[in-house]
């Protein structure tokens, strides 16, 4: 499984994850976050800052690396790690693959000795906001602003999405690198549009006509992965926000008055109440998980599902050899404000620099040559995920599923957009995507669903553990 920082289903599963582990076992790890250290910087360093060695690493100290060894594998750090080793080649670089984050760093920070860089994901994910807040991971305001590998006249915050530097804040100050980008959309396979002399459709009547068309061959036109309705709700926003623009979804994320009440989320909710209603949606999918809904599509029983760009990796076990997962646009309904091909995106897969570092300046500049050309295209190439890194994937003999993704991540330049309400305010995340579920099932009305997501939305504003946030 993969990437939101956003609304990822990866990423909330694992949020989930944190929220139960500190429930139950991880009080000892926030009681020892929250003790704090030393006062001081204890991060390592020494050698004279360079343009070269631009935090002063000492080219002898070892780099101690701890990678979350899931979907992606742990073979791209291992790469990176080459890359800091060409560069320092009298450092001694300790490699750990793992999917036990938090049981294997626990009694390393509860003993003052963490990691160097830690990619911390997963279900067992460390807290990010308790380590945080409590000075636990350095600012990384030096890495953002020292000089790109790739050009010395750029800075490394220049040289990387937006969304980055958004998604990297914790308590005011950047504390987290999210490396790799999602992109968000319906998938289909091209070897079989091909085949069947079929285009995705850029307009919503244009939708239409194509699902007609697709329903008479058989082929249900959609699936969606009923038992997480994030997905299929993610198609309903990135309608919504085409529509109406990016003010769109910063009102919701804002827990304004009324964002949920905007015209442009009524027609997106009567969009897909349409597709239900005519029949266009594959029978039983309301039922399935995420995994069993896209082996029904790879089965061809469905022509699209929406998903993130993680979707080509977790379904290589079951997809046909032949199969072409593909990223395409959702189509625009009328009068949309923004171009049909644009999306959502999310910055995931975390990287941190504990504070109490013994070689803290080595583990930034880890994420610097990372955060190289040479370094994010490598993972791309590996993973078949693209990074943050900005035209990294150019020039790359790319999958199905990355060269598409990377196309619409480009074509949508300015106009992609994110979302944070699910992560800033998680207790309403899934009350809402239950009421997206209803829709979908056509138990609801659009009136009805856009009433009860706002008052979920005026509960969690009025809710004093509430903390309210807005975006620029």
């Not at 704090?36 to 060695?53: F, L, P, S, Y």
Request: hydrophobic share 35%; proline share 6%.
């Amino acid at each position: 499984m993969t990437t939101p920082n956003n609304l990822s289903r990866r990423l909330f599963l694992q949020r989930a994850a944190v929220g139960t582990l500190l429930a139950t076992g991880g009080s000892t790890l926030l009681a020892a976050c929250a003790s704090g250290g030393d006062e001081g910087d204890t991060g390592g360093g020494g050698a004279d800052k360079t343009a070269e060695n631009p935090f002063g690493v000492k080219k002898e100290d070892p780099l101690d690396v701890v990678i979350f060894k899931g979907g992606y594998g742990d073979d791209y750090a291992k790469f990176h790690e080459s890359l800091y080793k060409k560069k320092f080649a009298e450092s001694a670089i300790k490699h750990t693959g793992t999917t036990e984050i938090t049981p294997t760093l626990q009694p390393r920070f509860n003993g003052g000795n963490p990691p160097d860089v830690i990619d911390n994901s997963g279900a067992k994910m460390l807290p990010v906001s308790t380590l945080a807040s409590s000075g636990q991971l350095a600012d990384l305001t030096a890495l953002l602003d020292a000089a790109s590998i790739d050009d010395p006249a750029v800075k490394v915050r220049d040289s990387v999405e937006p969304i980055t530097l958004e998604a990297a804040q914790q308590g005011g100050k950047p504390a987290v690198l999210n490396y790799v980008l999602t992109v968000y959309g319906l998938w289909y396979n091209k070897k079989l549009f091909t085949e069947k002399g079929w285009e995705p459709a850029k307009t919503w009547a244009e939708f239409l006509t194509l699902c007609e068309t697709i329903k008479k061959a058989g082929i249900a036109p959609l699936a969606h992965q009923g038992k997480h309705p994030y997905y299929i709700g993610q198609i309903l926003l990135d309608m919504a926000v085409k529509h109406g623009g990016k003010d769109v979804i910063k009102a919701i994320d804002g827990l304004e008055p009324n964002a949920w009440m905007h015209p442009s989320i009524k027609l997106a909710a009567e969009a897909l109440l349409e597709l239900k209603k005519k029949d266009y949606i594959l029978k039983g999918t309301e039922g399935l998980d995420h995994i069993q809904s896209q082996t029904a599509w790879n089965q061809g029983k469905a022509a699209f599902i929406p998903s993130g760009s993680w979707l080509e990796n977790e379904q290589k076990p079951v997809a046909p050899k032949d199969f072409a997962t593909t990223v395409a646009f959702t189509p625009l309904l009328d009068g949309a404000k923004l171009p049909v091909d644009c999306t959502e995106i999310s910055a995931g897969e975390g990287f941190i620099v504990p504070e109490k570092a013994k070689n803290k300046a080595g583990g930034l500049e880890y994420l610097r040559l990372m955060l190289s050309k040479e370094g994010a295209g490598k993972f791309t190439e590996l993973t078949g995920s693209p990074t943050v890194v900005k035209g990294a994937a150019e020039g790359l003999t790319l999958s199905p599923g990355a060269a598409s993704s990377s196309a619409l991540l480009k074509s949508g330049a300015d106009n992609n957009w994110s979302t944070y309400f699910g992560d800033w305010y998680s207790p309403m995340r899934d009350p809402l995507y239950s009421i997206v579920a209803e829709l979908v099932a056509a138990r609801i009305t659009s009136d009805e669903f856009q009433k009860r997501a706002q008052k979920l939305a005026d509960d969690t504003a009025k809710d004093p553990k509430t903390v309210k946030r807005t975006r620029s």
